[in-house]
T-cell receptor
Framework: DAGVIQSPRHEVTEMGQEVTLRCKPI?????LFWYRQTMMRGLELLIY????????DSGMPEDRFSAKMPNASFSTLKIQPSEPRDSAVYFC????????????FGPGTRLTVT | DAKTTQPPSMDCAEGRAANLPCNHS???????VYWYRQIHSQGPQYIIH?????ETNEMASLIITEDRKSSTLILPHATLRDTAVYYC????????????WGAGTKLIIKP
């Protein structure tokens, strides 16, 4: 298995632009998580999905952030408009409900907003 | 979920056993102890988890005290590739999949 796949790996954009991050979970996993990691705040959960349905989005910073999971094999995290304070590494993780809650993380997307 | 306390950093010599402590004095009876690590520039990686019995896998051993208020992750023969931030997390197996991440322990393996 290729593991969790994220794209792009690096994104540099200007303030005000729309940014879309993509994630392909491990095949067969039915839960997907989006995290953000910064030096100041550490690893924060933004939102998670069970069976493609958003369960808890209380970690989403504000309305500029939105996430979708149109099917079991694809999810997006969109920031519109982006701001410099959104600069961070964004991780996607997936897990199998039947497992012992091991979360498998992707390599992350390093976002820089100038 | 119960909070955990870990030392911010530790050093260990290559080839020696690395023992990483974690305090979780407010852990509940239905809460498990999980360990993850994050190597620089990579996503976190699951290591091991346990409830009350000691556990061992190909990566590490987990020792949980009898009162379950603390645990130790043991990397038996540390290598330079084990340099990473190690996170101890406690949580219950319920419908909520959230993991609450602390600051972890920065483990540096020295040659």
């Amino acid at each position: 298995d290729a593991g969790v796949i994220q794209s792009p790996r690096h994104e540099v954009t200007e303030m005000g632009q729309e940014v879309t991050l993509r994630c392909k979970p491990i095949s067969g996993h039915n839960s997907l998580f989006w995290y953000r990691q910064t030096m100041m705040r550490g690893l924060e959960l933004l939102i998670y999905f069970n069976n493609n349905v958003p369960i808890d989005d209380s970690g989403m910073p504000e309305d500029r952030f939105s996430a979708k999971m149109p099917n079991a094999s694809f999810s997006t995290l969109k920031i519109q408009p982006s701001e410099p304070r959104d600069s961070a590494v964004y991780f996607c993780a997936s897990t199998d409900r039947g497992s012992s809650y091991e979360q498998y993380f992707g390599p992350g997307t390093r976002l820089t907003v100038t | 979920d119960a909070k955990t306390t870990q030392p911010p950093s530790m050093d260990c010599a290559e080839g020696r056993a690395a023992n990483l402590p974690c305090n979780h004095s407010t852990i509940s009876g239905n809460e498990y102890v999980y360990w993850y690590r994050q190597i620089h520039s990579q996503g976190p990686q699951y290591i091991i988890h346990g409830l009350k019995n000691n556990e061992t896998n190909e990566m590490a051993s987990l020792i949980i005290t009898e009162d379950r208020k603390s645990s130790t992750l043991i990397l038996p023969h540390a290598t330079l590739r084990d340099t990473a931030v190690y996170y101890c997390i406690v949580r219950a197996l319920d419908s909520n999949y959230q993991l609450i991440w602390g600051a972890g322990t920065k483990l540096i393996i020295k040659p």
